[in-house]
């Protein structure tokens, strides 16, 4: 397998352990550093379930390189695109303040093409956390292409638990046999992808993974559901987990015997080896799925003795409930220094008058006879130009702001390139209504929200009087239980073009997405930069420049 078993060894690292990257502060007064990174993206034989594949790789791994950061470090990332198609990276959690041309999306960034190159300039401004990145168009994601990202506190910034003995990243993810080519041409046909055929933890199989402890001593770990269509629950045989952080926020230190990680979140644990020197299992399943698979991964002592007895721990399958109210213990820590959400000012969130409400309903359709999925009964299509290139350079007939509405009309879909306007500086409740059988999984880039609501059956007004609005986590991408809903008060202080969309890639491929446009008539760079200088331009953009400095 291209990358070798030591892909597992090398997602370790000491807290800030920078092996392997170009590091160069820079010596100007009040300039954060800045890190270089130079990947090159081909395509490899892959064996991740044992059946040869073609993978994307990052620098011939799979998965990509893992990327280590402090807050507000630059991140200067060149993506060689040796594919024979068109390729984008996306940056799941990082939130481009201010500069949404680099998120990576394909309304918002022009591809790679084949043969070129193209470099991204980001920030973690003012964040902390678990994040990762992935391949966004032509069902990419579904060959590899991904990573892991962390982002460390200032070390004057005090961390609300003692430094571990060792960070590691923990990718898992439900796979599928099948080229993400053939799986693709699947869903262009109008067909369902079916169950997946296994689940991977690093990029291995059942056992091809290992995580290596000391007696005694602490280890975080970093968990993201890095799949394509199933929610997941993993747990350590013999050992229980403390949650210490959710997408950039430090939470309260529960304790859990497992951990349900549904599409596209990111958790931080703490384990600590305080068992026999043994062997033990770490177990990955599948949740709310008639057919329960699962995987494993080793928890190594270094004194290991050998293999630890007793059954597989087992994990929670088609319990909704169990799902909830562990969702609902998750919370922020109100104690703990370092970058966090701050809406105007200094108000605390549930303070903040919401401004407008959004509710989001999710349908299956089928459209000109073939499978879609909707939003507010709109099936997002793509346009021939990036929808905010097209918004900068005032270019007419690629989008319509308006063209999905505030509120489900419970409808027939269509299909449409669906963009919500909005104010910048609005504080916004959004509510995600689901009706359907299956979890559902929804991220928001460019932004954190906090969750202050989620319960069965129909969302009313009368839902708001059991809202948490104390103590509600901060974070990137929730979950929405079979025939039930999810609120969220989300900032809108993140000028751009945002992509709101569901986690389940098919049914983000498919049209269960649309883009969410905060606008300012203000000019001013203290609200939004300029199109990079090197941002590539395509379709009726194509021709024209950039801008001189």
């Not at 990718?171 to 099948?178: E, N, V």
Request: glycine share 10%; with cysteine; proline share 7%.
């Amino acid at each position: 397998m291209a990358g070798g078993n030591g892909a597992c060894a090398a997602a370790a690292r000491l807290v800030l352990s920078l092996v392997g990257l170009l590091v160069v502060p820079l010596l100007v007064a009040g300039e954060d550093p800045y890190r270089f990174f130079t990947w090159t993206v081909t395509y490899g034989d892959i064996y991740p379930l044992g059946v040869k594949q073609q993978g994307i790789l990052i620098n011939n791994q799979f998965p990509g390189p893992q990327i280590e950061a402090v807050t507000n470090d630059n991140l200067i990332i060149n993506v060689f695109n040796k594919l024979n198609e068109p390729f984008l990276l996306s940056w799941s959690g990082l939130q481009q303040r201010r500069n949404s041309f680099e998120d990576g999306v394909a309304g918002t960034t022009c591809p790679i093409p084949p043969g070129a190159n193209f470099t991204y300039i980001l920030q973690a401004k003012d964040q902390i956390g678990t994040y990762y990145y992935f391949p966004s168009l032509a069902f990419h994601k579904a060959a590899g292409g991904f990573g892991g990202i962390r982002v460390l506190s200032r070390p004057q910034i005090p961390v609300p638990f003692p430094p571990p003995a060792a960070d590691y990243t923990a990718l898992i993810g439900d796979w599928y046999r099948a080229n993400h080519t053939d799986l693709r041409f699947v869903l262009d046909s109008g067909k369902a992808l079916g169950f997946p055929d296994g689940l991977l933890i690093n990029g291995r199989g059942p056992n091809g993974c290992t995580f290596t402890v000391q007696p005694g001593k602490t280890y975080r770990f970093r968990i993201t559901n890095v799949g394509l269509a199933t929610s997941l629950n993993i747990r350590f045989q013999g050992h229980t987990m403390k949650l210490v952080e959710v997408e950039g926020s430090h939470t309260m230190q529960t304790t859990y015997s497992s951990l349900d990680v549904h599409l596209g979140q990111s958790y931080s644990v703490l384990l600590t080896a305080d068992q026999p020197g043994l062997d033990y299992a770490i177990v990955v399943s599948t949740r709310f799925t008639t057919r329960i698979i699962s995987t494993t991964a080793v928890l190594h002592y270094a004194n290991s003795a050998g293999k630890a007895p007793g059954p597989l721990p087992g994990g929670p399958t088609i319990q909704i409930d169990w799902s909830l109210n562990q969702a609902r213990s998750i919370r922020w820590n109100l104690t703990a220094s370092g970058p966090r959400p701050n809406p105007q000012g200094s108000y605390h969130y549930g303070l903040v008058p919401v401004t407008r409400t959004i509710r989001l309903a999710n349908s299956a359709a089928t459209i000109n006879g073939k499978q879609r999925y909707a939003v507010n009964s709109v099936s997002y299509v793509n346009p021939d130009t990036p929808l905010k290139v097209a918004d900068y350079y005032k270019i007419g007939g690629v989008f319509s702001v308006g063209t999905i509405a505030d509120n489900p009309s419970y409808g027939g879909a269509y299909l449409q390139t669906s963009v919500m306007g909005a104010n910048y500086r609005d504080y916004v409740e959004i509510v995600f209504e689901n009706s359907e059988d299956e979890v559902q999984s929804w991220h928001i880039d460019g932004y954190a929200f906090w969750v202050v609501g989620m319960d069965g059956g129909k969302w009313s007004a009368a839902s708001r009087q059991g809202y948490n609005l104390r103590d509600g986590v901060s974070r990137y991408t929730v979950q929405v239980y079979p025939r039930s809903w999810t609120a969220i008060y989300m900032p809108l202080d993140n000028v751009g073009m945002w992509n709101v969309r569901s986690e389940s890639w098919a049914r983000q491929y498919l049209g269960q997405q649309f883009y969410l446009r905060v606008w300012t008539p203000s000019t001013s760079l203290r609200d939004e930069f300029p199109i990079p200088k090197n941002a590539l331009l395509c379709g009726r953009a194509a021709g024209r420049r950039t801008r001189p400095l």
